[in-house]
């Protein structure tokens, strides 16, 4: 037996190299640490046999055995094949080959058992200087000893053994499944970081982030689970400031947004003032608010609850002219912020004392901002009061400006708009059509209800009118839109097809004629439409549709069916279209009834529901022995009662 039999004749894992580090020799538990036959092994370079995260320690190990001619020792992980990696301390040593002069390098595990601390010692300087704590848990004895690292750290377990229970104790109730659940599944390569809360002793709640791996200590030793942990506390409370500050932000836009677009739709000077009375304290986070117009050259005062009615009396039909903030705000288009008695008695030495001049300063401060700039009609202004030591930012000042200016926009427009009512009626009126009186055999009633949005005035049209052969012609459609512009395309299709009606008497021939008209205008409306002829004498009905809903055919048993015509697309969209059309009978005593969407249709009520009650309404109204008027009435008010929001029309044809 040579030397070299004895250097390798040993239960831990042993090689010899050459000095440039390829393997001479090994033993068996050499061959099995690095996971691979022997004769695989041999003429391999030592440090290519290791994983990546471990093949320079390795190299290097040997290297500066090979080079300095002393021993060498390193801590280093064998991968452990088919189970945990194996932490060992390995000793590089120069050894002369006993065959020849040639010099080699001994490289074993050494016995650790006895001192398995020895083996954590990389671990503890390599968590230290990442600025994180390491801790060994023993899961047969349930006990974690706390190894090292950032000092720091160490304070959060103050005994260096403690019982898994201690520490649950200290992990907030939520989060003991997860924490058990890492210990127990704990695997060889390292888990993805776990978030804790945990109390301590002296300055609480800690958020702690937690890594763990399972690791064999030395060859043939005991396997435990290593953790690394991480302070994050701070950080969190940076993350949680910032996500705070974020949502308030996004909170705060969100408000503006929605302020804005309150303050643009807005209808009435009811609805404007509602708009701002809620929303303005809470947008700029005042204690209250105030909102004055101005009315006949004095100020028309509301308030909201944060600022007391006397307060706003005090001011309520006070003259524009008065020298006081307020009045001059609005005739200066400039806007105030009074922050105690004595900026208000230097700038305002003549202003009557108001009710709120005493608390200035010492629970209040007031900022003023007028709706129109200068050099436009003093349209009014909105009052803010604050607690005492706040002072709008600039950024708010500006908001503030921005809101103003679109309310005082708001607040013009509405006061144009109701100027222009009598004209949006009496003109609504001119185009809405004389029905034909005393019909044989027919009674014909229409109903008419614009949008509330916008002028009073839409786009929804009915017709009715005596043929050349006595039938009686009935339409009914909607016009895209409901203002001006749609109440005048609406008049150029009716006068289209009262014209084309009097050369083409047959519905689908005049709803090809009418499309092709509208469609070479190049009309930037589409309209729909139901086109009626109905024989008085025998109730014979032929009917076309241009894309409109359904009509209905109520009875006098009370039932009622929904009739959907035949036809072809909206009108003024596709050249060349050819209208289809159907005939049937009106039986007596029975009634058609045609609509817009709007009578069938709104914000919480589909296509199908609409049809089915206003169905159900004309069938129950013909059963009570109503007339064509007091149906289309009923049917109307049902409509406009669900709150709608589009131009809502009725037309009934009874049978007699």
Not at 66 to 74: D, G, P, S
Not at 430 to 455: F, I, N, Q
Request: charged share 25%; net charge negative; glycine share 8%.
């Amino acid at each position: 037996m040579d030397a070299s039999d004895e250097l390798l004749r040993r239960a831990d894992p042993a090689a010899l190299l050459t000095l440039d580090g390829a393997i001479r020799s090994l033993n068996a538990a050499m061959a099995t640490a690095l996971g691979r036959p022997a004769e695989q092994c041999l003429g391999r370079d030592f440090g290519d046999l290791w994983p990546a995260s471990q093949r320079m320690s390795a190299e290097n190990l040997v290297a500066h055995a090979a080079r300095t001619k002393t021993v060498a020792m390193r801590v280093l992980e064998f991968p452990g094949r088919g189970g945990a990696p194996v932490a060992c301390l390995i000793e590089a040593r120069p050894v002369e080959d006993p065959a020849g002069d040639e010099q080699l390098v001994w490289v074993h595990a050494l016995d650790a058992r006895n001192d398995l601390t020895s083996l954590l010692i990389p671990f503890r300087m390599a968590t230290e200087a990442a600025d994180l704590g390491l801790w060994m848990y023993s899961p047969h004895e349930h006990q974690l000893e706390w190894l090292g690292g950032a000092p720091a750290l160490a304070a959060f377990l103050p005994d260096p053994t403690t019982p898994l229970s201690s520490l649950i104790s200290a992990v907030h109730p939520d989060d003991h499944e997860a924490l058990r659940q890492l210990l127990r599944s704990a695997t060889t390569q390292q888990s993805p970081w776990l978030r804790l809360r945990y109390l301590t002793q002296h300055d609480g709640w800690h958020h702690l982030a937690v890594r763990t791996r399972r690791i064999q200590l030395g060859y043939g030793g005991p396997e435990r689970i290593f953790g690394v942990v991480r302070d994050d506390t701070k950080q969190e409370e940076r993350r949680e400031k910032m996500q705070a500050a974020l949502a308030a932000e996004r909170r705060r836009a969100k408000d503006t947004a929605d302020f804005s677009s309150a303050l643009i739709t807005a209808a009435t000077e009811q609805e404007l003032q509602q708009v701002v009375l809620t929303r303005l304290a809470a947008t700029f986070g005042a204690t209250g608010a105030l909102f004055a117009l101005v009315d006949e050259g004095r100020l028309r005062v509301s308030t909201d609850a944060g600022i007391g009615m006397g307060e706003a009396q005090a001011l309520h039909g006070m003259p524009l002219d008065h020298p006081s903030p307020l009045p001059e705000a609005i005739r200066t288009g400039k806007s105030q912020f009074i922050p105690d008695q004595e900026d208000y008695i230097r700038r305002w030495p003549h202003g009557a004392s108001l009710p709120w001049i005493d608390r200035l300063g010492s629970d209040y401060a007031v900022s003023i901002t007028p709706l129109s700039e200068t050099g436009n009609q003093p349209l009014g202004a909105w009052q803010m009061t604050y607690r005492s030591g706040h002072r709008p930012s600039l950024e708010e000042w500006t908001l503030m400006g921005t809101l103003a200016d679109l309310a005082g926009q708001a607040l013009r427009r509405i006061r144009l708009q109701q100027a222009r009512v009598e004209l949006a009626t009496a003109l609504q009126k001119t185009m809405l059509p004389t029905l034909p009186e005393h019909l044989p055999g027919l009674e014909v009633a229409a109903r008419y209800r614009p949008s509330r949005d916008g002028l009073d005035i839409g786009g929804d049209w009915y017709d009715a009118f005596v043929m050349p052969d006595g039938a009686i012609a009935v339409e009914i459609g909607d016009v895209q839109g409901h203002d001006v512009d749609a109440a005048a395309a609406m008049g150029q299709v009716r006068a289209s097809m009262r014209t084309i009606a009097a050369h083409e008497p047959d519905p689908a021939t005049m709803l090809t004629r009418t499309n092709d008209v509208l469609v070479t205008m190049g009309a930037a409306r589409f309209a729909s439409c139901t086109m009626l002829h109905v024989d008085p004498d025998d109730g014979r009905v032929t009917g076309t549709s241009a894309g409109h809903v359904p009509m209905l055919c109520a009875r006098k048993d009370g039932s009622h069916s929904i009739h959907e015509l035949p036809g072809g697309p909206v009108l003024g969209v596709v050249p060349d279209t050819e209208y289809r059309e159907e005939t049937f009978t009106l039986d007596e005593d029975s009634a058609l009834v045609l609509v817009t969407d709007g009578v069938v249709e709104g914000p919480g009520l589909t296509l199908e529901a609409g049809l089915e009650r206003a169905g159900t309404l004309a069938g129950a109204a013909l059963h009570d022995g109503l007339n064509a008027e007091q149906t289309a009435d009923r049917i109307l008010d049902a409509a406009v009662a669900v709150d709608h929001l589009d131009d809502v029309a009725v037309l009934v044809i009874r049978r007699t």
